[in-house]
């Protein structure tokens, strides 16, 4: 059993981190201050693979391994959480059913498009005002055939990239008479008429991360737009979150690993009664504790990844690992903002921005508590 990346992953995880030092986390601050989506560093991340993790190459991606497209997301979270969201968002939720159910022609005229990093990115709506995890019951935003056409009509919403992306995918239900077979995703381009994105939601943090919510007003779609099949778009949706919540908890590890390093530099240089505050039990207790939290996270979701890349089963892992990754940055961050005492409070230092952007995390593709009624489930089938 090996736990060591491969030469390739080593090269690839010093690459990426090089680049988000200079380009994407210097930007973090002001990111989360104005909300302004950083473009600057995104447009350059499109010529080194970071649009196209999940793609292969003959559609212009990068086609990396799954544990080297975990690494990039954490590795970006490192530098900015809101950014990592929003390119986890493209990578996992906004490309992964192309590549997965769709036919070449969309695949030749969508993936290109947005692994490029001259253009927008990809999105994924999904929850609905009157629902939350119920995608099953809570999908009433409809499309129905007419001619060579669907119309689709209805209303999503914390549809994160909605503004900046050049399509959503949207999960739409086609059989009126319901069942784990009356929902289809289709390919909606955001120029369409008459669908509304509206303002950018409000938030405790990841500001530099648009989320909005989204109306479908009669919008006509190409009937070649659906995604796989037609009835199997909740299927669909189920096995791309999976690998999402790899997404997620990436995201996890490189904000607990980026609030853990600015501890330890804290508790090294604050003195207090004449001596480091690192000289302090307490003190070191909550960094053993991080140090040891992250460490476990980390190696699970590498191994979740793993799973993932062998084409194996991997539901309950999935859920395992960004449970306990999620929660994890929650505690490291919370931790991380105790040993700064009042300044860790403010927003001139960075671990009140990733204790902010950490909080969601928990609750963003699927919570906590969804996480534990899978891995129950699964226990409760085991023999």
Not at 24 to 46: I, L, S, Y
Not at 299 to 309: D, S
């Amino acid at each position: 059993m090996d736990f060591d990346l491969t030469e390739e992953q080593k090269i690839w995880q010093k690459t990426v981190h090089e680049f988000v030092a200079k380009e994407v986390q210097p930007r973090a601050h002001d990111v989360d201050v104005t909300g302004e989506f950083n473009w600057d560093a995104v447009r350059k991340m499109g010529p080194l693979g970071l649009l196209s993790l999940n793609i292969p190459e003959e559609y212009g991606g990068a086609g990396v391994d799954s544990i080297s497209a975990a690494i990039a997301i954490e590795e970006i979270a490192w530098g900015c959480g809101s950014t990592a969201l929003a390119i986890a968002a493209h990578n996992g939720l906004g490309t992964t059913p192309i590549v997965l159910y769709d036919s070449e022609e969309l695949k030749t005229n969508w993936l290109p498009l947005v692994a490029s990093g001259r253009n927008k990115l990809g999105a994924l709506a999904l929850t609905e005002p009157g629902a939350g995890s119920d995608l099953q019951g809570g999908v009433v935003t409809r499309a129905v055939k007419d001619g060579n056409e669907w119309v689709i009509s209805g209303a999503k919403m914390w549809c994160t990239n909605a503004s900046i992306a050049e399509y959503i995918i949207t999960l739409v239900r086609t059989d009126p008479a319901g069942g784990s077979r009356s929902l289809s995703q289709i390919i909606v381009p955001t120029d369409s008429r008459g669908l509304r994105i509206g303002p950018a939601e409000k938030k405790m943090g990841l500001h530099g991360s648009p989320t909005h919510a989204v109306t479908y007003e009669d919008v006509r779609i190409p009937l070649d737009n659906l995604i796989g099949e037609e009835g199997r778009g909740l299927q669909q949706t189920l096995a791309t979150l999976d690998g999402g919540r790899i997404g997620i908890g990436a995201i996890s590890v490189g904000l607990a690993q980026a609030a853990f390093e600015h501890a330890v530099n804290y508790a090294r240089e604050r003195k207090a009664f004449g001596n480091p505050i690192a000289d302090q039990q307490a003190i070191q207790w909550m960094l053993a504790d991080a140090a040891t939290e992250i460490e476990i996270a980390r190696t699970m979701l590498y191994k979740t990844a793993w799973l993932k890349e062998q084409g194996r089963n991997y539901n309950k892992e999935a859920a395992m690992a960004k449970m306990f990754a999620t929660e994890m940055a929650e505690r490291v961050t919370r931790n991380a903002i105790q040993i700064h005492g009042g300044y860790g409070y403010s927003s001139e230092y960075p671990v009140e921005r990733m204790y902010r952007d950490a909080r969601l995390m928990t609750i963003g593709e699927g919570t906590s508590e969804i996480q534990r009624l899978v891995i129950a489930r699964h226990v409760l089938a085991s023999e």
